[in-house]
């Protein structure tokens, strides 16, 4: 009898320790909602950002953090994504930069047309100095930006007609993203801008609200875009950055030893998401020619940019003389 009651004894504190360290372990596990507003595909920009940050940081912390999935506006479209980042109900999140300026205009800079000639003088100011100091002006705001993906240059898709100069896109109705400088490219083109929250666009192109849209390629091919539209013009107009972000609040609540590896993970998930995206762009013309889209390449690029020069002097205030100044210089 004695052995018995030892022996359930002794079973009953195996339970009870088993029952202790999972309930421990499921106490110490922290999990990261991280959303954004496009697609969940191979092809999509933000997606692949999203699986690399997952994939560095699990890996990293052998899976005592986790990164929790939300594509397709599941935790709310851009704006309200950025909102709640600000007040800590939403984690993390991957943000077009046009919202994001909407929040501290500082993040103009990145939208002005024409600024970057290419990807690697985008990536020599966002990494460097201005890329830090925007960072540390949003900071103010309750948000954190971990690092700055590129779904690359935006390009114009319409029903109307291909664009080569600035005369193809007057009177044209395009939805562009609710941020002042993306108005005013459009309106200095001649254009008819219609500022317009993601969500709504599709259908507002197939009832003929609008007439087109501008974007980068792998957002036309992930998004479905070349169902709606017909004309494909390579304007490569603004480079866009996606920046990874994080609440404020929830990045105090880590440890200091977490929040090293989530500013870790962010930085081997930008450099694969660079990688992989420009890779994907190399395809994409071809990929969206084969589903129907009829493509050109802007030839000479300076009609556009004396069209919109007067933009640059109108929103060095808003960004900051010097921080202008700054990038300016870094991509003569």
């Keep these: 009898m ?22 421990t372990f499921s106490q110490t596990k922290t999990v990261i909602k991280l959303g954004w507003a496009t697609a969940d595909s191979a092809q999509d920009p933000s997606a692949i950002g999203a699986h690399a940050f997952k994939k560095a940081l699990e890996s990293a912390t052998n899976g005592s953090m986790e ?8 935790l709310g479209d851009e704006k309200p994504m950025v909102e709640g980042l600000r007040f800590g109900t939403v984690d993390a999140a991957i943000v077009t930069n046009a919202v994001v300026a909407q929040f501290d205009p ?18 020599k100011v966002l990494d460097g100095k201005v890329g830090a100091e925007m ?19 935006r390009n114009m898709v319409n029903n109307k007609k291909p664009v080569n100069t600035p005369a193809d896109v007057v009177g044209v109705k395009y939805r562009v993203m609710q941020n002042p400088v993306f108005i005013d490219m459009f309106t200095a083109l001649g254009g008819s801008a219609v500022p317009m929250a993601w969500g709504e ?3 507002a192109v197939q009832q003929g609200m609008i007439d087109g849209m501008e974007m980068p390629l792998g957002f036309i091919d992930s998004l479905k875009v070349y ?16 920046e990874l972000l ?19 993970a962010a930085k081997v998930a930008v450099e694969e998401q660079r990688r992989t995206n420009v890779e994907q762009t190399q395809k994409m013309v071809e990929i969206l020619k084969s589903k129907g889209m009829q493509f050109n390449t802007v030839q000479d690029p300076a009609a556009f940019r004396k069209a919109v020069a007067p933009m640059y002097e109108k929103y060095r205030a808003s960004i900051g003389a010097d921080l202008m100044a700054l990038a300016l210089d870094q991509v003569k």
């Design 67 to 74: 990164v929790q999935l939300f594509p397709n506006r599941q």
């Design 201 to 203: 666009t599709f259908t």
């Design 2 to 23: 004695m052995m018995r009651k030892t022996f359930i004894s002794a079973l009953f504190l195996s339970v009870a320790a088993l029952t202790f360290a999972t309930a």
């Design 106 to 123: 500082s993040f103009q800079l990145n939208d002005l047309p024409f600024l970057f000639a290419n990807e690697a003088q985008a990536r």
């Design 135 to 153: 960072a540390k002006r949003l900071d103010t705001k309750g948000v954190v930006v971990l690092g700055y993906f590129e779904a690359g240059f």
């Design 246 to 264: 994080a609440s404020k609040r929830f990045m105090s609540r880590l440890s200091a030893e977490q929040r090293s590896a989530v500013a870790s």
């Design 227 to 242: 169902e709606v539209t017909k004309y494909l013009s390579q304007t490569n107009h603004t480079y866009t950055a996606l």
